[in-house]
């Protein structure tokens, strides 16, 4: 099952208290939730999940700790909007653990993963239209090729997205081996001895399903618009296209305006309204070693301060 990574890290810099609002942005399987449920016992939990699955496991999960959560099923970048319509205009804390889960990797017929055979799918919300079968089968050759090189970022993506435009031009590409099998045709031998070939591929193509890099900065600009004061967002990411775009909004919300740099005693009301609480935190070497999808994570702390 799903372990959560930097979880205790990412309690800490929550920084809650009994009476909490809290919203957990990516719930997952439950993971941090529990742990947040468990420390605002006077506050309230709002919980935002696109896949049925983990919403129905995260429900039993979570009901076993208290009564004071709310799952939404909804993508994350409608936080706002949704906490609106209930009534929430300022919250306490808001966590985002971008990416695709563990057990969405490992339930093979969701199509995520490049070491198991499945229809190609990929869609966290298991009602969208797009999915990676169209992906595959659907864009040209260039779209294919900018989807690999932006997110990615590989080297080869002008010769896969190549090889699976002439080769779908006999058959459609419908299993996720039979997509593998495409891209190792593609990529020479040197480098698949390095690393899976399939890899980055997989990545740009789930990242192009669910549109993960669109929603990001929208939703972290509306959960920083609802922070109350000393209120504050923890990101958790898992590579380097993600962790970018957050380290770019965090600088962006936090800086002082050049023109004011120099002055000796800026104005109050001219200094940001947020500052970063910690620039970085990387896993620990021990949960590295028990996790391996620790390995790539990355957690970002920014809280409001007026």
Known sequence: MHTSVLLEEAILYLNLKE???VVDATLGYGGHSSEILKRIKRGRLFCFDQDKDAISYSEKRL???????QIIKSNFVHLKEKLEELGISKVDGVLFDLGVS????????????????AMLDMRMDQEGKLSAYDVVNTYSKKELERIFKEYGESKFASNIAKKIVEYRERNPIESTLELVEIIKTAVPIKFRLQKHPAKQIFQAIRIEVNHELDVIEPAILSSLEMLNVGGRVVVITFHSL????????????TEIDPKLKGMPNIPKELLPDYQLVVNKILPTKEEMEKNKRARSATLRVIERIK
């Open 242 to 253: 993600e962790d970018k775009l957050v380290k770019k909004i965090f600088k962006k919300m």
């Open 63 to 69: 009901s076993g700790i208290g009564k004071n959560y």
């Open 19 to 21: 009476d909490s609002i």
């Open 102 to 117: 563990s057990p969405q990797l490992d339930q093979k017929e969701r199509g995520f993963s490049y070491h198991q055979d």
